[in-house]
């Protein structure tokens, strides 16, 4: 009998507490800019597509729902021919953006991916590359690799000699 | 044996070897770069520095290099000593200053040495905030890219490419940090084992350049044990494959066969599997003319049904190119009696008559192994570069005994590559090359002779009677010369403690396989222990030799004379095995054709029915190889519809054909125990792997690593349900990251791997010692041991002298790495560096012609005339002309004389 009269006093109480829970979906709750969400590709400052497809992401990935196939233009620059993410799968760990050496891959802060068919959720590289940096506006990959690229020759990149002259006699 | 002690643990080693390879054999992850198994220690990277101490009283110690310090009774050292640690990771942090930041657009990523031992060492942050050195990379051709800004100047690619395998366009150039390994100028590699640097460079300097064009990490691949089916050798591979597609074949150790090395015909001929010309539905033809087109199982077999119901008399062409099991299996669904061998007449008896002369020989079949190991060889007639490249690998390691001699004089240790090196200068194993054309093992022989066949076999027989030294059996009308040389030769071998005498079909002479089995059995004879090897034309030859069969001629006998009248072809195609018209005839006259083929043919395009096979990667099979070793080969992967193994189908047509439990066959088990069964000289290839119902704790073993990516992604834009594992019924290994964690046992070696080793190197994790045996064993079961009697001479076979004709030439096959196998021919790359059709003629001859090198020559082969290209060879002696043999130039009977004519200019015009 006292329990029941103590309980209802604490639930009386309750009326006066600040609400904590929102009108979602009419109202937007707070997510913060590190949360772990939907994934998508970024491309560098310079408009190329970051993603080298070096398959750490799809290694990384404890539920394996990511695959791809790496494939090169025609100087030698290196980028995914596809790259599918089954999120019907994904568990949102973040271990592919850990593992991505290019900050290509990275999650947002968009959760919002519900749909009725399960088929919906395989996101294609059309699906998720953007048209910006993303989180990390500065990093551009190739600028640091040894790699020659279209636009980049050996010994152009970020703290490199120019390529060494193997007729040079001098030593 | 003696007794060391590696951080106050007490262990046994092999003495005298050196502390690296021993550390490595007992366990313990010692970092190295500049030292390989196969290729000795040099001491060049200073990685494997160990703390050594003088006695146990001995607290400072020295730092040694493990890999030039020798195993000695008492030796006490120390792998984690911390100033012998630390010395290791300052010597990586300075290997690693100029190393670029690529790994993850690297292709070795993953199966990287560098990044093994770099983690192995615990250096984790580049300290080093200067500029790198960056070179220009190299076009080295259809195989091998070139990506120099990765070099860590071990000096392993130039120690394997011109050390071992004797290439002479791969160097360093320039010194100090700029030291440049690449050829002179860009062009395609020289070598025909270029494909090794990718394994041997610890790096990404090389890597393999048809890998890259699908581009998958070790990871990422389903593998399986498999067999090489570019040449008879057997050598073990390990083809990777990915959704559906083969993406790149390394190298599977086996201690007696190809060791550590492929050549880059088996390395890169695989393209083949991913090829358009496959065939990948089953097709028909409801009438004769009408074209041929896809059909579902169900009416190929329904209408294979409707033959055997009209009282169809079959009759089965096999093929040296298809497993034991798919020709057995053919064999039973045709009958023993109308089963034939589908190799031509004069292959037939060459194969007939190197099965009976290896089986009759009191001499041991030399496996690889033991022809690096031989120290006088005598090659009669073979260009084993071209025909069994790896044996020319195998031999130009045996000129080395010498090397090992010496050193074994002077007490070097033979893994003290320089200075064996240095100790031997140019001193070298007797090496005789007798062939009728210059090959590129003359380069390292003792003597060569270049003549016609005949002439060589006529040598051969020389060398026989000189080591008999019977009155009787020397060879009548030999020039003094040649006698001199066989005497030469005879006292080389006789001399030697294990002579190998090397022949081949490649000439298409019995009797040169003859006058080979006679010196092996003269010098068994006088007592010492020879050894005899056969170079054999394709991948299953033994085999189906050991099956036994008619000859072709008979299949076109019995359909022209109404004892037959429907043909089933397995593999084949018939239009390599016979002339154009006869194969014609043949199609002609049989009422209905079945091939059963993976690729696409001549032969499969006059066929009625047409049934998908699988290749080597998409079926299980076994192979026996020209040392009559038995070797199994897995599935590598699934394929899509209704392809499936050769032995299957023969087995679904066997079953509609309504013949009661014959053929029942469940899975590859029983089609094996019928094959051992039926055949008693095949009852061994039961052994060659364990069966289907194997299981290491309960558990198969997987085909995918643990770390196999994309499982519930790869095939989602299909269909988001992933599908079910296809089931295994015929082999122990499973599709599937699931199974066994630990060791398999040799013959089901899926890949290398060991903790901590992601490269190729992990196999040193996989001997029982290094260098040695897998431990359980090399894989494959030898058919063939040499007959204790004596016997096995043929001197009532000496042919006679080689009589040049006038306006008539000799013409003799040539055979090329790049091209003259059939499947490999299909692979893009190896089709690159395939010859232009030509025929080769001596200057002398082309000039009485009046033909320049690169004009047309009309040559009179029969059974057609055809036009070729002409080039000049010194090496073809007066009398003689060469022609390649090529897949797409049309059969002829060689050797064979022709008329060789130049072609008129009106004509020339015209084509």
Redesign the interface.
């Known amino acids: 009998m006292w329990s029941s009269i103590r309980t209802a006093w604490t639930i009386f109480l309750h009326m006066f507490r600040r609400r904590v829970t929102i009108q979602y979906p009419e109202e937007k709750p707070y997510i913060p800019p590190r949360w772990r969400g939907r994934i998508i590709l970024s491309r560098d400052p310079d408009g190329g597509e970051r993603c ?5 992401c ?2 990384a ?1 404890p ?10 233009d025609e100087h030698g620059r ?1 980028y995914p021919e596809f790259f ?3 999120f ?2 994904c568990i949102f760990c973040g271990y592919c953006e850990e593992a991505c ?2 900050y290509a891959i990275q999650l947002t802060n968009d959760f919002e991916m519900g749909e009725y068919d ?2 919906n ?2 996101y ?1 590289k059309e699906d998720l590359l953007i048209d910006g940096p993303g989180k990390y506006p500065e990093y551009n ?1 190739y600028r ?5 690229i279209g636009g980049k020759d ?2 152009e ?1 970020e ?6 002259d ?1 007729k ?1 006699l001098l ?1 | 044996m003696a007794t060391i002690f590696i951080d106050q643990e007490r262990h046994t080693a092999r003495d005298g070897e050196n502390l690296l390879q021993e550390c490595l054999a007992l366990g313990y992850d010692l970092p190295y770069f500049c030292w390989h198994p196969a290729l000795g220690s040099v001491g060049a990277c200073r990685q494997c520095a160990i703390k050594q101490f003088k006695d146990e009283h001995d607290t400072r110690g020295k730092i040694v290099m493990a890999c030039m310090t020798a195993v000695r009774e008492g030796a006490r050292i120390s792998i984690h000593d911390a100033e012998a640690s630390a010395f290791r990771a300052s010597v990586i942090e300075w290997l690693m200053i100029n190393h ?6 690297c292709d070795e ?2 199966e990287c040495h560098l990044q093994d031992m770099t983690v192995m060492t615990r250096h984790v942050y580049r300290r080093y ?9 190299q076009d080295l051709g259809p195989f091998v890219n070139h ?1 120099m ?2 070099c860590i100047q071990c000096y392993r690619c130039v120690r394997f490419y011109r050390d071992y395998a004797g290439g002479r366009d791969l160097d360093a ?4 940090n ?1 030291v ?1 390994f690449g050829r002179h100028a860009d062009g395609v590699l020289e070598s025909e084992f270029s494909g090794n640097l990718v394994e041997v460079c610890p790096t990404g300097v090389f890597t393999d350049k048809t890998l ?1 064009r ?4 070790k ?2 691949l389903q593998s399986a044990p498999s067999i090489c089916v570019h040449c008879a050798l057997g050598c073990n591979t390990v083809p990777g494959a990915r ?1 559906g597609t083969l993406r790149r074949i390394h190298n599977r150790y086996n201690g007696a066969v190809n060791g550590y090395f492929l050549c880059d015909r088996g390395r890169y001929g695989y393209e083949f599997v991913n090829a358009p010309t496959r065939i990948r539905t089953p097709l028909m033809r409801r009438q004769r003319g009408e074209a041929l087109r896809a059909a579902t199982r169900q009416e190929v077999l329904a209408q294979w049904r409707a033959l055997v119901d009209r009282g169809a008399k079959p009759i089965g062409i096999g093929s040296p190119r298809a497993s034991l099991e798919a020709n057995f299996a053919l064999r039973t669904l045709v009958g023993a009696q109308r089963f034939h061998l589908g190799v031509s007449d004069a292959e037939h008896t060459l194969l007939e008559s190197a099965l009976a002369l290896l089986r009759e020989s009191p001499a041991r079949v030399a496996s690889l192994r033991e022809a690096e190991g031989a120290d006088a060889v005598l090659v009669l007639g073979e260009d084993v570069t071209n025909t069994a490249p790896m044996l020319a690998l195998a031999l130009r390691q045996s000129v080395r005994q010498t090397h090992m001699k010496i050193a074994t004089k002077l007490h070097i240790p033979h893994w003290d590559d320089a200075a064996v090196r240095e100790a031997a200068g140019s001193a070298k194993a007797p090496l005789f090359v007798a062939a009728p054309i210059a090959t590129k093992l003359d380069e390292v022989a003792t003597r060569v002779f270049h003549d016609a066949p005949d002439e060589v076999a006529r040598l051969g027989f020389a060398v026989a009677g000189a080591i008999e030294g019977r009155k009787a059996h020397r060879v009548p009308d030999t020039s003094d010369a040649t006698q001199a040389l066989a005497d030469e030769i005879a006292q080389a071998l006789v001399a030697a403690e294990r002579p190998l005498i090397v022949s081949g079909c490649g000439s298409q002479s019995v009797e040169l396989l003859r006058a080979a089995a006679s010196v092996a059995a003269a010098l068994c004879a006088k007592g010492h222990s020879a050894q005899i090897t056969f170079a054999l034309p394709e991948c299953n030859s033994g085999g189906l030799a050991l099956i036994e069969g008619k000859r072709l001629g008979a299949a076109i006998e019995a359909l022209r004379n109404g004892d037959a009248d429907t043909l089933i072809v397995l593999e084949n195609d018939l239009y390599r095995r016979a002339g154009q018209a006869a194969i014609d005839a043949l199609f002609e006259s049989a009422h209905q054709v079945v091939v059963i083929d993976h690729t696409a043919s001549a032969t499969s395009a006059r066929a009625d029915i047409v049934l998908p096979a699988g290749t080597f990667a998409e079926s299980d099979g076994t192979l026996v190889n020209n040392e009559g070793r038995a070797q199994r080969y897995f599935q590598v992967f699934v394929p899509n519809g209704d392809v499936q193994g050769s032995w299957r189908w023969a087995r679904d047509l066997l079953a509609a054909a309504d013949r009661g439990r014959e053929g029942d066959w469940a899975n590859l088990d029983a089609i094996i125990g019928a094959c051992a069964a039926a055949i008693p000289a095949l009852a061994q290839i039961v052994n060659a792997a364990p069966g289907a119902g194997f299981r290491l704790a309960g558990q198969k073993i997987a085909r995918e690593p643990p ?8 095939y ?2 299909v ?3 992933e599908v079910q594992v296809p089931a295994d019924p015929d082999s122990p290994l499973a599709y599937s990251m699931e199974g066994y964690p630990g060791e398999p046992p040799p013959p089901l070696i899926p890949w290398f791997w060991a903790p901590g080793w992601n490269s190729v190197q992990s196999v040193n994790k996989f001997q029982a010692e290094i260098g040695g045996a897998l431990r359980g064993g090399d894989p494959g079961v030898r058919l063939i041991e040499p007959a204790g009697a004596d016997g096995g001479a043929h001197f009532d076979t000496v042919p006679q002298r080689f009589a040049p004709r006038v306006g008539a030439w000799l013409l003799i096959p040539l055979h090329h790495i790049f091209g003259s196998e059939e499947l490999s021919a299909l692979a893009p790359g190896v089709r690159e560096l395939a010859p232009q059709p030509y025929v080769a003629l001596n200057p002398d001859d082309a000039d009485m012609l009046g033909l320049a090198a690169g004009e047309l020559a009309c040559v009179d082969l029969d059974p057609a005339p055809c036009r070729l290209l002409v080039t000049r060879r010194a090496d073809l002696r007066r009398g003689m002309a060469g022609v390649p043999v090529l897949p797409w130039l049309h059969f002829a009977a060689l050797p064979a004389f022709a008329k060789i004519t130049k072609a008129e200019a009106s004509r020339v015009e015209a084509e």
């Not at chain 1, 703290?159 to 060494?164: G, M, Q, R, T, W």
């Not at chain 2, 905030?129 to 990379?137: D, S, V």
């Open positions: 080298v497809a070096c398959y750490l799809a290694v990935c539920v394996d729902c990511i695959s791809l196939q790496a494939t090169e290196r599918r993410i089954n019907s799968r050496p290019t399960r088929q959720l395989v294609e990959f640091v690799a040894g790699l020659a050996k010994g990149a703290n490199e000699a120019p390529p060494v193997l040079r030593p | 670029p930041h690529d790994c993850p657009v990523g993953g905030r200067g500029r790198k050195r960056t070179f220009r990379n990506e800004n990765r150039h320039a010194l100090r700029h440049y890259k699908h581009y998958t990490r990871w990422d959704q770390r196999y990516s994309g499982r519930t992604a790869l989602a834009n269909n988001v349900h």
